[in-house]
């Protein structure tokens, strides 16, 4: 079937998720998504070039991330608007999850050009799904603030929260937020996950102090994304 429906003069906008590591991860329909598509706008276009080299794609390629995505987004929805057909992708991983993705769709909707999913990889569901904590809900929180007073106000307002709670976190803040999480969440069971999908993907288990003991004096490195049960959640029994 042909992904590219011609019934509309208007473009269509793809949100093209890509691999988080591992190629092998992308999928065959986003493989000739980006193929055919006539530009591809990625938030890298480093990361994003690697990918084209490996898959032979030589598709138009052009930045837009948090930087230039006020001046990009209008040229972008200008060839929209003539009817071209754009891949929306992100540095890695699924669009509009914690990077400027979702101001281009919102704008495509509110121009009444077609936006369509091309699902796949995402470190939020990849990390969640080996977690072995609740999944029928969960609250996704994106990136932690980096400094420390509006880290913790916002794990104080999280408090009470009985969903699964998901974050991003850099490694070089990861001792302090482990000693704030053990602070004012107390010591929940939680899942760290540290480069998913690549040679040195890791993922520990336990409780907070746990995991603290665990990495001790380790200087990890790479994409992190921490998973804490809720309040009073316990493991989903089958």
């Known amino acids: 079937m042909d992904p590219f429906p011609s019934e509309s003069k ?16 992308i999928t065959l329909r986003a493989l000739r998504t980006l193929k055919e598509a006539d530009l591809v706008a990625a938030e890298d276009t480093r990361t994003t070039g690697l990918l084209f080299k490996h898959f032979g794609i030589r598709s138009p390629l052009t930045s837009y991330f948090e930087g230039n ?29 914690s990077d400027p993705g979702y101001r281009l769709i919102r704008l495509a909707i509110e121009n009444g050009i077609r ?25 996704f929180k994106g990136f932690l603030p980096n400094k420390s007073k509006k880290r913790r106000d916002l794990l104080k307002q999280l408090e009470e929260v009985k969903e699964t709670l998901i974050f991003f976190e850099s490694p070089y803040r990861l001792s302090e937020t482990l000693k704030d999480l053990f602070e004012i969440l107390g010591d929940r069971e939680i899942v760290l996950t540290r480069e998913l999908t690549k040679v040195y993907e890791e993922v520990l288990r336990g409780k907070v102090s746990e995991i603290q003991e665990k990495i001790g004096s380790r200087t990890l490195k790479g994409e992190i994304t921490l998973v804490v049960s809720g309040k009073t959640r316990k493991r989903m029994d089958r």
């Not at 906008?13 to 092998?24: D, K, M, R, S």
């Not at 608007?81 to 754009?86: I, P």
């Not at 072995?132 to 609250?139: I, K, R, V």
């Open 115 to 139: 936006v369509i999913p091309i699902p796949g990889p995402s470190a939020v569901i990849a990390a969640l799904s080996v977690a072995g904590l609740p999944t029928d809900s969960f609250l």
């Open 10 to 25: 208007m473009g269509v906008l793809y949100v093209v998720a890509t691999p988080i590591g591992n190629l092998e991860d």
């Open 69 to 97: 995505e006020r001046r990009k987004k209008e040229v972008i929805l200008s060839g929209l608007k003539e009817g071209k057909k754009v891949a929306l992708v992100s540095e890695a991983g699924t669009p509009g999850i």
